[in-house]
């Protein structure tokens, strides 16, 4: 049983996770920097502990306040949402030894799959396919060079530790080996303060497709079908979508027999991703995230599952309420990442929000954690909201994200939403005509 859980984290994903709990009955604790004092999430949570300052690393991202906000607040769980300490071993370790449970999984798993080499290693022997590339890390340029001959440019240069896109170089040939193996170290210290790196091969027009996982505590393991997540800006998803249009229903179940397999071979516990680039039919394991994806809502509305609420079900010790054949998919699904940022040169804009309208109707469901005359604070990430759009068929989700588009007002700040109308326009989105370096093709050609 879990009777109060303590969200450690902000905006959107806070609100979502107390939602669930509101509806499970269970009490919530939100926390906050004194920059979020007048944030959604800790109006709408039972109660509320401050952590520190605004800067994530004295807040959000602070263990021993977090730890002491659940003694205080007496918290038996702790939802992470995802970013800030989602995937942080040290964190699920920390609440282990404190008898608090964490919503997610073991550290070692999270450790496992936080390094980029060794979660490739193990997924390769537990049977999924993976991208070819140096087995393991690669020490100098001598033996860099040797291997992208081996496999043939061009390849790119990966941090062990990577995350967000950050630590990735590209050699289209030799002549850029040295610099890109360089600056992918260099990279890599920088921001993950570990210059570990290894080599894959780059695949020039694959997609995203992603298998959304979940495992309970007594072997009992299901996929939820993928998500299609293939237009990207700076490796970063955009707009995701489900089911993708590229898969049929016999490959969705090859792919999901996979998963399944090496995850219950894993002895998982919670929820997961496991993403790849897929490529001319075949599919390249790239990494697997350990939490709750930010596009996790496209699945739900196709599922009709709540995800969170499985993710405390499981925390709870309680079995899966469903099993594989059980899961259905019902029509389509997409999700526009709407971000305080301008429509074209993606430069952050913080600021108050002075109208606020969001879209809705039938189909249409925002998560989001702002209001009329809420200031977005510089120091966090710029998401305003996810539009989240559910039809039957890909055509009327469109036509129904046009609409909803179009009823959206917010006022005050710049957002990404014209972006998205006009990608609606285009006939290489209408038809879902993409990979996963189409978006950026696309914004260059529209700079021009
Ligand atoms: P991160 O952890 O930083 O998100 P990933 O390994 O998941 O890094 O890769 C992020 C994105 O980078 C992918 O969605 C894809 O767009 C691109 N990418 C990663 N590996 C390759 C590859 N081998 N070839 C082409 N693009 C890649």
Redesign the pocket.
């Known amino acids: 049983m879990i009777s109060k859980v303590l969200i450690a984290n902000r905006g959107e994903i806070a609100l979502r996770v107390i939602r669930a709990c509101q509806e499970m009955g269970i009490a919530t604790v939100a926390v906050h920097s004194t920059a979020d004092e007048k944030a959604m999430h800790v109006r709408l949570a039972d109660e509320s502990v401050c952590l520190g300052p605004a800067a994530a690393a004295q807040s959000y991202l602070c263990i021993p306040a977090i730890i002491a906000a659940c003694e205080i607040t007496g918290a038996d769980a702790v939802h992470p949402g995802y970013g800030f300490l989602s995937e942080n071993p040290k964190f699920a370790d920390v609440l282990d030894a404190h008898a608090i449970s964490f919503i997610g999984p073991s550290g070692d798993h999270i450790r496992l799959m936080g390094d980029k080499i060794a979660a490739k290693e193990k997924v390769k022997s537990l049977g999924i396919p993976v ?1 070819p590339g140096s087995d393991g890390a690669v020490g100098d340029i001598s033996q860099a060079t040797k291997i992208a001959d081996k496999i043939g440019y061009p390849v ?1 240069v ?1 941090a062990a530790a ?5 630590g ?1 170089k590209l050699a289209y040939q030799k002549a850029d080996m040295e610099e890109a193996f360089a600056t992918a170290k260099q990279e890599a210290k920088t921001a993950f303060g570990d210059e570990v790196v290894y080599i ?4 020039a027009k ?1 997609r ?1 497709i992603e298998i959304q996982i979940i495992a309970d505590t007594h072997g009992n393991v299901a996929h939820l079908g993928e998500r299609d997540c293939s237009l ?1 800006r700076r ?1 970063q998803k955009i707009f995701e979508e489900a089911p993708s249009t590229v898969l049929d229903k016999k490959a969705r179940e090859k792919i999901g027999r996979v998963v399944v397999q090496a995850i219950k071979k894993l002895g998982y516990r919670g929820v997961g991703t496991i ?1 790849f ?1 897929y490529e001319n039919g075949e599919f390249y394991f ?2 697997m995230n350990t939490r709750l994806q930010v596009e996790h809502p496209v699945t739900e509305m196709i599922t009709g599952l709540d995800i969170v609420r499985e993710q405390i079900h499981i925390a709870a010790g309680e079995t899966l309420s469903f099993s594989q054949k059980n899961v259905t998919f019902n029509g389509h699904a997409v999700e526009c990442r709407i971000n305080a940022e301008h429509p074209q040169s993606f430069a952050p804009s913080p600021g108050t929000i002075s109208q606020y309208h969001p879209p809705g109707g039938l189909g249409v469901r925002m998560d989001s954690a702002v209001y009329g005359g809420y200031t977005i604070p510089p120091h966090y990430d710029s998401l305003i909201g996810k539009l989240i759009i559910h039809g039957q068929d890909r055509a009327e989700c469109l036509m129904r994200l046009k609409r909803a588009l179009a009823e959206f007002v917010i006022d005050g700040v710049n957002t990404t939403i014209p972006l998205f109308e006009q990608l609606l326009q285009e006939e290489d989105f209408r038809n879902a005509q993409y990979d ?1 370096h189409w978006l950026e093709q696309y914004l260059e050609q529209n700079a021009q």
């Open positions: 991208v790119l990966k990577g995350g967000g896109g950050r990735m894959e091969k780059y695949l694959p995203h990207q490796h993403e680039l790239i990494e996963i």
